[in-house]
Nanobody, 124 residues
């Protein structure tokens, strides 16, 4: 069965960094594009970053460009999100998602599998 398990969230201060991890199982990891999404209280889930199956192509939301970096280690079936210069507005539950395609997609409706999320809280 497909499983996506996020980890690495926590409580940090503005300007700090966090590295999120998502461990995948139950599918051919390298054949799936992977994405990170987040949802803050009272808001809809939004796109954060995505990476193609090979890791050669990435995409970022404008709000995180220059601060966040997505990467993947296919040998370990893991996708990462390095978050630097965190801001209070980055506070949200962060979700890992997988799509049955190697191309980058940024729309939530196009992803097939989802993790349960990890909480990131940034204080000012």
């Amino acid at each position: 069965q497909v499983q996506l398990v996020e980890s690495g969230g926590g409580l940090v201060q503005a300007g700090d960094s966090l590295r999120l991890s998502c461990e995948a199982s139950g599918f051919t990891f390298s054949s799936y594009a992977m994405g990170w999404f987040r949802q803050a209280p009272g808001k809809e889930r939004e796109f954060v970053a995505a990476i193609s199956g090979s890791g050669g192509n990435t995409a970022y939301a404008d709000s995180v460009k220059g601060r966040f970096t997505i990467s993947r280690g296919n040998a370990k079936n893991t996708v990462y999100l390095q978050m630097n210069s965190l801001k209070p507005e980055d506070t949200a539950v962060y979700y890992c998602a997988a799509r049955r395609s190697t191309v980058v997609v940024t729309t939530t409706l196009l992803y097939d599998y989802w993790g349960r999320g990890t909480q990131v809280t940034v204080s000012s």
